[in-house]
């Protein structure tokens, strides 16, 4: 596949073909009808950020216009995401008006993680963006200027401060972290954190820093974490990654050679070949990311290139999920 766009639509949550009609947010009257209409769709996210799903679990289950004032009233207001097939909007619902949103209609909720691989794509990159919105809508309830508190605008895409001597306004926060397989000659670099699941190993990864190119990013987190020195790197596809605001930028990089320093970050970093990683999965030695992640497909990616592997055939053990605060 030679283009970014197509390898990113290959990452779990970012095959979402919406129209976000950013231009109508600030438009009460095009909003209004659309809420209002039969094809409008809610999307109900509890407080900890589960959505939810029909009863097999297979999908989104989106309200309908009247059976969000039935089942939930008018105490929250809803936030529109965009249009696809249907208007989507957001809302949200304290755990025990959410339960029994659920038990009146046979479903249940489903947290992001699992969504990934059990949804269609649609409805995991939906569920991904409505999470990431109403994370930050939950979090940023007073101005950080000036601690006055803020209200909601722009269809919930923004915050604006209610003391009219400040008057900021605030935007939806997404933190870059850039992820990168690093390849010498027939092997790459994987490396495993302080206090990850035994046999566990990864591609590495960081957060961008301010007044840093995402290159440069890539070169001192692959310095700092390994040791090594980045020749070259590429702009490999990118993923939303809302846990809770991140976007992962996806690289592939050479080094300049294979010199290892572990850094205070990680516990190991090796250089493994393509047969390293297929016969250690056989033997259940290593344990590699779960097909959610970007590291997976950048991993995914280079064996194909590498040696004509692929990584879906390869024996894997069951994907964990790796927990962050
Ligand atoms: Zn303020």
């Known amino acids: 596949m030679p283009f970014s766009s197509l ?15 950013g231009d109508l947010r600030e438009d009460a009257a095009w909003l209004g009808e659309r809420a209002h209409a039969a094809s409008a769709r809610y999307v109900l996210l509890r407080r900890d950020g589960s959505a939810l799903v029909d009863a097999t679990g297979t999908a989104l289950r989106g309200l309908s216009h009247s059976e969000s004032v039935a089942l939930l009233g008018s105490v929250v207001a809803p936030n529109y995401l965009g249009s696809a097939a249907a208007d989507w909007f957001l809302l949200q619902a304290d755990d025990a008006l959410a339960e029994s949103v659920a038990a009146e209609l046979g479903a249940r909720f489903l947290d992001l993680r699992s969504a990934g691989t059990a949804l269609p794509a649609f409805d995991a990159g939906l569920f991904a963006y409505a999470r990431a919105l109403a994370h930050w809508q939950q979090r940023m309830r007073h101005c950080n200027a000036c601690a006055a508190p803020l209200r909601l605008e722009a269809a919930g895409h923004r915050a604006k401060c209610t003391n009219p001597q400040c008057g900021i306004e605030h935007f939806p926060r997404t933190d870059p972290a ?27 990864a960081g957060f961008v820093e301010p007044g840093e190119t995402l290159e440069d990013a890539v070169r001192r987190e692959v310095f700092e974490e390994a040791g090594v020195r980045v020749a070259e790197c590429d702009y490999h596809s990118s993923q939303p990654w809302p846990f809770p605001a ?14 290892i320093a572990v850094g205070p970050e990680l516990e190991d970093a090796r250089w493994f070949s393509a047969q390293d990683i297929a ?7 290593l344990v590699l990311s779960s097909p ?20 879906s055939t390869l024996n894997h053990d069951e994907p964990f999920m790796l927990k962050r605060a």
């Open 178 to 204: 850039i992820i990168v397989i690093v390849t010498h000659g027939d092997a790459c670099l994987l490396g495993r954190g302080q206090r990850w699941p035994e046999r566990r190993y990864s591609t590495l």
């Open 292 to 311: 959610l992640s970007v590291s997976y497909r950048l991993i995914e990616h280079w064996l194909r290139e590498q040696a004509g592997l692929e990584l």
């Open 246 to 259: 991140s976007i992962m930028l996806g690289f592939t990089a050479t080094a300049e050679d294979r010199r």
């Open 7 to 21: 390898r990113s639509r290959n990452n779990a949550f970012a095959f979402l073909s919406l129209d976000r009609r």
């Open 279 to 285: 016969a250690q999965l056989q033997s259940r030695e």
